[in-house]
């Protein structure tokens, strides 16, 4: 049954095969006016946009996943499926826009059929028309549209071409209401006439064929109730429905009957297709010299990622604390202007800093997107990184890792498979990130001498490179472990179109970058500046009194011993820092991190570090009361003087110092990170359970560690008392 | 006809270089997913090349690019 009468349309689908341009021809519509917001349920990214049609004519334009057709095998596709056979839902459309590749018509009108069959209104948009002029592709508009029975546009959304007429014929529709397609395409085959009859007694404002996909799909449409999934789930039995026979057949049919049409309408056929994408990837994907191209050009994301970030994160990080500075200055000493500069502004500070880093990660990132190399990559390293159940997609967001976790994590949004995605989100933590570097300087000293071996290798270097191969490894033995238990239903395999090479359309490249900071600034941002402000409390606030008292103590202090004002400044902090919430939760878990060789000084830097691991160096700066003297070298020199006030034992020892570090490799001290995996899995089960199993097995390492140096030095001692009984009785 | 016994050679056994026609898919699950993809029986299959660690096939198919793995492959039976 169709519609008789002809609605305004307020809300449009784009829908769309993958690699057919979809999002060129969506920010083209929509320009700057868009948002990102997600399906209800799942994780899959809702573009929403305006479409402005005239003086006071806009409608809504929504992004689906790109997918082939009704029968579809990931979530994102599933979304498709999902909300067109659901015309109660939020996103259902008024009238659908189809994107196909004016180039590859021959495969990309199977979707479009089955869209005809939904009785919306519909356009099909025949895109890449410069593309297909290049290539001397052309269709006969006319012919095709009368074939069709549908409007036809030939517009490209790279140049912009056509872009006018399809809004034309939006506004009119907008209007004066659009038509329903004439006839549907497929026609069901008895079988499936009678299943889908009886569908629509449940479900009378189904059309036949949304119907029938009901019936397909009814195990995981999300819309249906209990009760209703079981009836349809009798139906089916009972009419003995073969789902994939069914989906075989109508899928076969469909293109016996667009097939001999196009070949009436497409009136010259391109030739040799692809002959440059086919030479480059002789090279590209070839077994080594592809190897060696992906590191090479891996080795460059990391280099912008770690270097070049570094100018803009110095200049932000100046900046915020040149305003920290006037804060301080400006407002009265009190608990305002230490809310502001230490709370607030840190917070933010600290949200801002990975701008650079995420900007330049998704500027490269989406620009080997859009010049069609990532498909390569994932060719390339799918085997390899199916053992560990991850993505070939998973190598980029772990080699990011090394510079930063948070970009990392975003990038995996182009993972479509779920479980993939969440494995390479859960693990990429692991590598070591820029921010653990001051922490490794400042600690290898304890461990490792300064010597060279053959007077080349740096013994400290080989440490450092040590420290990165662990959490590499963890990245990895913790990805097998997910793969074991997390289950799929989706199934892996891989049939990946490798799109042709075209050059980088530099306004979508932009729009992603715009895009994915803000979604960062805004999203990460609230719960970091949270947590930012509930460690300044912590650190800056103690017991009624305790403060007080702690500040007259040094007082007293600094005048016995006669410092000067500077060192009286550090002293009183380092006091405060000791008597409040921070410094009372550092002698809380002394007694957990205690057989870790930890003491409650190193306890507060550990709490305080959740806001950044490099924290730790200024903390300990901080409880040192070093003041502002927190580069690595001095606070290094202070630790090694550090003793026992009991045992008057030196605290770092190459074991406690071996112990911390292990703890910083795999521990997620990070809540910026953590903050971001919400965002990404639209939980806080997933950032929790990292949060555990990371700082479990730092726990567990840090252990090991602590006990098998005891252990060595007890076998070293005892080896010396031998040694020497030996001596005594010769 | 089916004079001999012979079952069709699939193409996840085919070398680089080696073209064909695919005759159809055992196997319907990957059978459907390929044919939404466009890649038909009758199509014509050009193996390309295969991947490093030699479990995933570059092929193309008509007009178009594709990688799968072996396991997909050995479901397309060749003509």
Known sequence: MHRNEMTPIRSVALIGNPNSGKSSVFNQLTGMRQKVGNFPGVTVDKKTGLVALGVDTTIQLVDFPGTYSFYPHSDDERIVVQTLTHPGDRNYPDAIIYVADMTKLDKHLLLYTQLMDLGLPLILALNMSDVAEKEGVKVDVERLQAQLGGPVVVISGRTGQGIDLLKQLLADWATNGAPAPASSFYRLSPAEMVIAREVQQYFPSLNEYQALLTAHHYNWLSHLSKSERDQVANTVSAQHFQSLNSQVEETMDRYDRFTPLLRQSILSVKENVGALTTRLDAILTHRVAGLLIFFGIMLLVFQAIYAWAAYPMDAIEAAFSFLAERVREGLPAGWLSGLIADGLLAGLGGIVVFVPQIAILFFLITLLEEVGYMARAVFLFDRIMQVFGLNGRSVVAMISGGACAIPAVMSTRTISNWKERLITILVTPFISCSARIPVYTVLIGFVVPPERIWGVLSLQGLAFMGLYLLGIAAALLAAIVFKWILKSRERSFLLLELPEYRAPLMRNIWLTVWEKSKTFVVEAGKVIIVISIALWALASFGPPGSMAAAEQEARRQSEQYGFDEHQRDNLIAANRLEASFAGQLGRAIEPAIRPLGFDWKIGIALITSFAAREVFVGTMATIYSLGGADDEATVRDRLSKEKDPITGELVYTPATSASLLIFYVFAMMCMSTLAVVKRETKSWKWPLIQFLFMTGLAYISSLAVSVLCSLFSVLCSLFSVLCSLFSVLC | ?79
């Open chain 2, 1 to 79: 006809m089916v004079a001999t016994s012979q079952i069709g050679k699939r193409l996840a056994d085919c070398a680089p270089g080696a073209t064909g026609q695919i005759a159809y898919y055992a196997g319907n699950e990957i059978g459907a997913k390929l044919m939404a993809m466009g890649v038909l029986p009758g199509s014509m299959v050009n193996v390309l090349r295969f991947s490093p660690w030699g479990e995933g096939l570059y092929i193309k198919v008509d007009n178009q690019l594709i990688a799968l793995r072996k396991e997909e492959a050995a479901c397309i039976v060749m003509k």
